[in-house]
């Protein structure tokens, strides 16, 4: 596709599951990055990976916050044992390699946890 | 490490006046600066950058920002407002040196008002 596609959309969860966020970046795009949106909050940065580089893990909240890159492309963001508090959206973005290109969105995946 | 600062949840102005949504920012080195906007419902949408040269960027429908090295700051500007403005409006940081991620302030609410 021709833009940054995540899945799913929506996901509703209870209490203490453990949910996966998937992202596929626009193709040939090197970073790649993970960022929380709570209702009326501005953006939370949470993860960043660029290229074969160590990913920048300094704004995951807790543990039970993860993260991969697969073959530098596709990402799953996994939440273990939900609590209420991690109902969010939770965006990911690319861009090309280069810090001065800008980062593109997906729409998101609204996580709500019951 | 870098920081944004968005000092208005909110502003208000009217139809056909001019408006300024304020950023200013914090990094060790040179920053590359960034604004998005979102709409309702929708993801976010790249407006305009400052990467080098002349301090005066202009972007999409009709946006500018005036980079000010002196005063760290990068304020989003539109001579004439239009109720098609009204979204939320993001700034953001990444430092030119380095593998940084990029980071944003919390958002300004921007409603014009008919």
């Known amino acids: 596709g021709a833009g940054v596609s995540q899945s799913p959309s929506n996901k509703v969860t209870e209490k203490g599951k453990d949910v996966e966020l998937r992202c596929d970046p626009i193709?040939?795009?090197?970073?790649l990055y993970w960022y929380r949106q709570s209702l009326g909050q501005g953006l939370e940065f949470l993860i960043y990976?660029?290229?074969?580089?160590?990913?920048?893990k300094s704004g995951l909240p807790s543990d039970r916050f993860s993260a991969e890159r697969t073959g530098g492309s596709v990402s799953t963001l996994t939440i273990q044992r939900t609590q209420q508090e991690d109902s969010a959206v939770y965006l990911c973005?690319?861009?090309?390699?280069?810090?001065?290109?800008?980062?593109?969105f997906g729409q998101g995946t609204r996580l709500t946890v019951v | 490490a870098q920081s944004v600062a968005q000092p208005e949840d909110q502003v208000n102005v009217a139809e056909g006046n001019p408006l300024t949504v304020k950023c200013t920012y914090s990094?060790?080195?040179?920053?590359?600066l960034f604004w998005y906007v979102q709409y309702p419902n929708r993801g976010l949408q790249f407006l305009l950058k400052?990467?080098?040269?002349?301090?005066l960027v202009k972007g999409s429908y009709g946006f500018e920002a005036e980079f000010n090295k002196s005063q760290t700051s990068f304020h989003l500007k539109k001579p004439s407002a239009l109720v098609s403005d009204s979204a939320l409006y993001f700034c953001?940081?990444?430092?030119?040196?380095?593998?940084?991620?990029?980071?944003f302030g919390k958002g300004t609410r921007l409603s014009v008002i008919a």
């Open positions: 973005a690319s861009s090309p390699d280069g810090a001065g290109l800008e980062a593109f």
């Open positions: 193709s040939g795009h090197t970073a």
């Open positions: 990976f660029q290229g074969n580089s160590a990913p920048d």
């Open positions: 990094v060790s080195g040179n920053p590359y």
């Open positions: 400052y990467i080098t040269g002349d301090n």
């Open positions: 953001a940081v990444r430092v030119r040196s380095g593998n940084t991620p990029l980071v």
